[in-house]
């Protein structure tokens, strides 16, 4: 039964590897779609979240059922509890990279934000893919350097974030109310989005006290 439940705790892991691909693509096409106005990739992000939300929901079934069937305990009882936590932050991260491209397609064939401060997008949008993928080797390998570099870019996205809003609220900004709405609530989206993936590496680092299973233990059949 244990050499199953190792197996099973696994199978937790890969499928958390899975949906975080899956949310690098999502983020790396929203942020073109929205830095370069293109509706053909907004419309493919927008498609694309439900297999995040399937897969997602997928796992917590998955973790549900280890719960019920394993009753596990100490550091056994915390990866399956983390990984319904980290599935979740997953999943959210998914829907903004659909609210990034939504705003891309509500305002095509117009750029969502005033030329001011599409450089400012542009570096945010970059930053967003960086985290997305060193999540993804975070999630594969628990290395805690990674956690680190994550909270160091998240950093950034912050500080650019705090610069959208001191633009917009600022003395010089021409832009229209649209203009505000938009660079306002697309900036919250890409700080949200690096957020979730701190509280990630929180747990990760949690779990890597506790002993979370490296992706390189050979299964045992």
């Given at each position: 039964?244990?050499?199953?439940?190792?197996?099973?705790?696994?199978?937790?892991?890969?499928?958390?590897?899975?949906i975080?691909?899956?949310?690098?693509?999502?983020?790396?096409?929203?942020?073109?779609?929205?830095?370069?106005?293109?509706?053909?990739?907004?419309?493919?992000?927008?498609?694309?979240d439900?297999?995040?939300?399937?897969?997602?929901?997928?796992?917590?079934?998955?973790a549900?059922?280890?719960?019920?069937?394993?009753?596990?305990?100490?550091?056994?009882?915390?990866?399956?509890?983390?990984a319904l936590?980290?599935?979740a932050?997953?999943?959210?991260?998914?829907?903004?990279?659909?609210?990034?491209?939504?705003?891309a397609?509500?305002?095509?064939?117009?750029?969502?934000?005033?030329?001011?401060?599409?450089?400012?997008?542009?570096?945010m949008?970059?930053?967003?893919?960086?985290?997305?993928?060193?999540?993804?080797?975070?999630l594969?390998?628990?290395?805690?350097?990674?956690?680190?570099?994550?909270?160091?870019?998240?950093?950034k996205?912050?500080?650019?974030?705090?610069?959208?809003?001191?633009?917009?609220?600022?003395?010089?900004?021409?832009?229209?109310?649209?203009?505000?709405?938009?660079?306002?609530?697309a900036?919250?989206?890409?700080?949200?989005?690096?957020?979730?993936?701190?509280?990630?590496?929180?747990?990760?680092?949690?779990?890597?006290t506790?002993?979370?299973?490296?992706?390189?233990?050979?299964?045992?059949?």
């Amino acid at each position: 039964m244990r050499e199953v439940f190792q197996q099973e705790l696994r199978e937790v892991q890969d499928r958390l590897v899975e949906i975080s691909e899956l949310v690098v693509t999502s983020i790396t096409d929203a942020t073109e779609s929205f830095n370069e106005s293109n509706i053909t990739l907004a419309e493919q992000v927008i498609a694309n979240d439900d297999k995040i939300d399937e897969l997602a929901i997928a796992l917590d079934e998955l973790a549900i059922n280890i719960l019920a069937r394993q009753q596990p305990v100490a550091r056994d009882l915390r990866i399956v509890v983390s990984a319904l936590r980290i599935s979740a932050n997953l999943e959210r991260m998914g829907d903004i990279s659909e609210h990034i491209a939504q705003l891309a397609r509500y305002r095509f064939p117009d750029k969502v934000v005033p030329s001011s401060l599409r450089d400012t997008f542009a570096n945010m949008g970059a930053l967003d893919v960086e985290i997305a993928k060193k999540l993804v080797q975070l999630l594969r390998t628990q290395d805690p350097r990674l956690a680190e570099e994550i909270r160091n870019e998240d950093d950034k996205v912050d500080a650019l974030h705090i610069s959208v809003f001191d633009q917009v609220l600022g003395a010089t900004w021409k832009g229209e109310a649209v203009d505000t709405v938009d660079s306002t609530l697309a900036s919250r989206y890409h700080e949200r989005f690096a957020d979730h993936a701190v509280s990630i590496a929180k747990k990760v680092q949690y779990l890597a006290t506790g002993d979370w299973i490296p992706a390189d233990t050979p299964s045992h059949h």
